[in-house]
């Protein structure tokens, strides 16, 4: 079903793009610069070697790409003294306990998303929960941390099924969804985990009662939408359309807070040392005006 949403050419970068021109209006008071080079590694090429060549030119990388596949770049020895930024990997892991003190992150793992869906379904007192898997990696993990987001804030899954269908799901829809969903009986809100977007489209609307739909679809936690308009999101929003020619989305918007990030610690030390930036960032002077409401930082 990924077809339904294409994942437009310029994922991520748009919102770096942004950024860089966002830095540079700043930048031209101070007598400061900022350049943004797109490197592109093929799924069959080598990733390591496109890491090392970027990092032959810069000591600042943001990073799109698997999780694993970012923690080789920061311990490559190129990758030392340099500031990376996760842009797109959702692994809690990679932010404990497999972390490394070189890579932040700025966009939401996984448990963080399901920390904020779990708080909405008690602030909404939608406590009869039920849950569809699929067999992806990725929809496995979310699974995970949904239950464990559940738990914290004293919910749970009264039934869980496995979505094992793989035929084109739009075709039959309206007839396989409806058997599928009929043993969960009366919920208040039916959980999907389909991080691939494989099947989930095609539950809201089919299932046989009829009930919200939240998870890898309906009412989801990101970390951007069309939708946020408070705090001067609109012009965020209205910008990012007018450069790109589209919506921004979560990926553009951790892209964007990178290079901001950057931009911010920069002005505010007056040095594009990496060896004395981290130290900005990761302190409690730190502030990214993130148009979220409140003064966005990294945590320790």
């Known amino acids: ?30 007598g400061h610069k900022y350049e943004l080079t797109v490197a592109t590694a093929p799924q069959d090429g080598d990733w390591l070697q496109t890491a090392r060549r970027a990092l032959s030119q810069t000591s600042f990388l943001i990073l ?8 080789a770049v920061a311990d490559l020895p190129e990758a030392a003294d340099a500031i990376l930024f ?11 306990i497999t ?27 939608w406590d009869d929960l039920v849950l569809i898997t699929g067999e992806h990696v990725s929809d496995v993990a979310f ?31 309206a007839q396989v969804v409806p058997v599928f969903t009929q043993d969960f ?22 299932t046989w009662e009829p009930r919200p739909v939240a998870g890898s679809e309906g009412l989801r936690p990101v970390a951007w939408s069309p939708a946020v308009e408070q705090w001067g999101a609109v012009q965020l929003q209205s910008r990012f359309a007018d ?28 040095s594009g040392d990496p060896s004395v930036l981290p130290d900005y960032i990761l302190s409690d002077r730190f502030e990214l005006a993130g148009f979220k409401g409140r003064a966005m930082s990294f945590r320790a």
């Not at 077809?3 to 860089?20: I, R, S, T």
């Not at 996760?86 to 404990?96: F, K, L, Q, V």
């Open 1 to 30: 079903m990924s077809n339904l949403d294409p994942l437009p050419e310029d994922l991520g970068a748009a919102g770096a793009k942004l950024a860089q021109t966002d830095n540079l209006t700043t930048a031209k008071f101070l």
């Open 243 to 270: 450069q790109a020619g589209r919506s921004m989305r979560s990926i553009d918007y951790a892209a964007w807070a990178a290079f901001r990030s950057l931009g911010e610690a920069v002005t505010r030390t007056q």
């Open 143 to 173: 699974a995970d941390a949904l239950r464990q987001s559940l738990t914290k804030f004293g919910l749970e899954f009264r039934a869980e099924k496995i979505w094992r269908f793989d035929a084109d799901l739009r075709r039959n829809a």
């Open 64 to 71: 799109d790409a698997p999780a694993q596949a970012q923690l």
């Open 86 to 96: 996760n842009a797109s990997a959702p692994e809690r892991d990679i932010r404990d």
């Open 99 to 125: 972390g490394r003190a070189n890579l932040l992150h700025t966009v939401p793992s996984d448990a963080m998303r399901t920390d904020a869906l779990a708080q909405f379904l008690v602030k909404r007192r």
């Open 185 to 206: 009986g009366d919920y208040d809100v039916l959980l999907v985990a389909d991080e691939l977007n494989d099947f989930a489209r095609s539950i809201p609307f089919n």
